[in-house]
């Protein structure tokens, strides 16, 4: 299957609906018979834009939601459109994937379990999500994480549990953490034995540069495609059976133990 990573900046001089527009485009525009287009973390209202996100905030068939299920409708695709402030009940704002498919029908969402508090307001201004699930699709079982979520384990455990094989990443991760971005995706990769397909933000707002080098790696940690951090388009093909292939010639997983919880933990005197 193709693949198409849509690495988007979001400058500090345009607004959420020139942003939207811009994105759009660029999706229309993707000339490549793909099955897959990903776009970044919250690339409409820009990640540290913190001040606007009440006003950016958007139900599930919001502008954001609306513009790319049309575009996964007209061009018989799934659309994962990276993430949203979502407007969710009581007011509350949460940071939410959501995958459209062929039909233009809303086949997964998310909300950002790990919001995100060095350095950064996230966590003031968004409600964690408490749920995970996994969508099935001819290409095999998706689910999503977000940006810092890369970083626990235990959240990945669980999605492979649900029968996740490919694992969509939107993200705007800094520039200055480039070596972690690259550490972790190919980490969780292998110790899951998933295709992490993982879609960063580029460009610099409010001060803070983003990485860029959106890439898709394989459960055997390969790096099917990295990109540098220029704004633009990148297609690349995998093979979904690898997932299977690879559990079944390397069965990890069956090893890992369901909780580890009972083992002896001694405390070591100096």
Known sequence: ????????????????????????????????????????????????HFDNYPAA???????????????????????????????????????????????GRLVHHYSKIHVFGYQSREAQLLEPGHAIDVADTPFGAVAA??????????????????????????????????AHWRLMTSARAVDNQVFVIACNATGTHQGVELAGHSRIVDPWGE??????????????????AVVDRTRTEFPVLTDRLDDYRFLNTRKVLA
């Not at 575009?71 to 509350?92: F, L, S």
Request: glycine share 8%; net charge negative.
């Open 145 to 178: 994480t977000t940006c810092y979520d890369l970083r626990f384990p235990g959240l990945w455990t669980e999605l492979v549990g649900a029968g996740a094989q490919l694992v969509i990443v939107p993200a705007a991760w800094p520039a200055a953490r480039l």
């Open 1 to 48: 299957m193709k693949i198409a990573l849509a690495q988007i900046a979001s400058p500090d001089t345009e607004t959420p609906a020139d942003r939207l527009e811009r994105g759009r485009r660029a999706v229309a525009e993707i000339s490549e018979d793909v099955e897959l287009v990903v776009l970044p973390e919250l690339w409409r209202v820009g990640y540290n």
């Open 57 to 103: 905030a958007e139900s599930l068939d919001g502008p954001t939601a609306q513009v790319m299920r049309a575009i996964a409708r007209d061009r018989g695709c799934y659309v994962h459109a990276g993430t949203i402030v979502e407007q969710a009940d009581a007011g509350k704002l949460r940071n939410t994937a959501i995958l459209f498919g062929p039909d």
């Open 223 to 240: 790096v099917i495609t990295e990109t540098d951090d220029a704004e633009g388009i990148s297609i690349a093909e995998i093979d979904p």
